[in-house]
T-cell receptor
Framework: QKEVEQNSGPLSVPEGAIASLNCTYSDRGSQSFFWYRQYSGKSPELIMSIYSNGDKEDGRFTAQLNKASQYVSLLIRDSQPSDSATYLCAVNRRGGADGLTFGKGTHLIIQP | KAGVTQTPRYLIKTRGQQVTLSCSPISGHRSVSWYQQTPGQGLQFLFEYFSETQRNKGNFPGRFSGRQFSNSRSEMNVSTLELGDSALYLC????????????FGQGTRLTVV
């Protein structure tokens, strides 16, 4: 079982709709969870962090965490073409002893 | 506020050579982590430094090493380069130890020929 799993996509969403990105993780001891956005040829950019169960909203982005089910999700409301990118889920396992563990990412395409 | 600065941006090296990459973290950040990104393996943790001490190391051979200086700047070195070392090497800066929010530099694209 992979430590952090994401559907690689591509996930195609019409402009203005809600994009929903999901991530599951295997280590129940994981404490911190992050979403990064990576444009082609660029480095990852931190867009959301979440540490406790529930929802965390920041502008058009909402991160959701469910530790019992071991999943974390990212919702992007009012999707824009500029949101087209690869979204990486990262988990801080073992209190960070292994750095951040990343999923392979979901390629999101927002169709104008 | 300046971000994370990595130099050089691009490198082409020959098999068997060694290479040194540099990273200057965000001002005030004391933790620097290094990652390797390849299309097949994604982002993989190399090592983390905090206050000039290597705290953690990922599953990479001993050819990969690093260090951190008193001003928090970090370098990583890869010796005896192999073709498979071709990758994007990313440095991430965090405020404290045990990686909380990490902010990435632009990366160094290493090509081994």
């Amino acid at each position: 079982q992979k430590e952090v799993e994401q559907n690689s996509g591509p996930l195609s969403v019409p402009e203005g709709a809600i994009a929903s990105l999901n991530c599951t993780y295997s280590d129940r001891g994981s404490q911190s969870f992050f979403w990064y956005r990576q444009y082609s040829g660029k480095s990852p950019e931190l867009i959301m962090s979440i540490y406790s169960n529930g929802d965390k909203e920041d502008g058009r982005f909402t991160a959701q965490l469910n530790k019992a089910s071991q999943y974390v999700s990212l919702l992007i409301r009012d999707s824009q073409p500029s949101d087209s990118a690869t979204y990486l889920c990262a988990v801080n396992r073992r209190g960070g002893a292994d750095g951040l563990t990343f999923g392979k990412g979901t390629h999101l395409i927002i169709q104008p | 506020k300046a971000g994370v600065t990595q130099t050089p941006r691009y490198l082409i090296k020959t098999r068997g050579q060694q290479v040194t990459l540099s990273c200057s973290p965000i001002s005030g950040h004391r933790s620097v982590s290094w990652y390797q990104q390849t299309p097949g393996q994604g982002l993989q943790f190399l090592f983390e430094y905090f206050s000039e001490t290597q705290r953690n190391k990922g599953n990479f051979p001993g050819r990969f090493s690093g260090r951190q200086f008193s001003n928090s700047r970090s370098e990583m070195n890869v010796s005896t380069l192999e073709l498979g070392d071709s990758a994007l090497y990313l440095c991430a800066s965090s405020l404290g130890a045990r990686v909380t929010e990490a902010f990435f530099g632009q990366g160094t694209r290493l090509t081994v020929v």
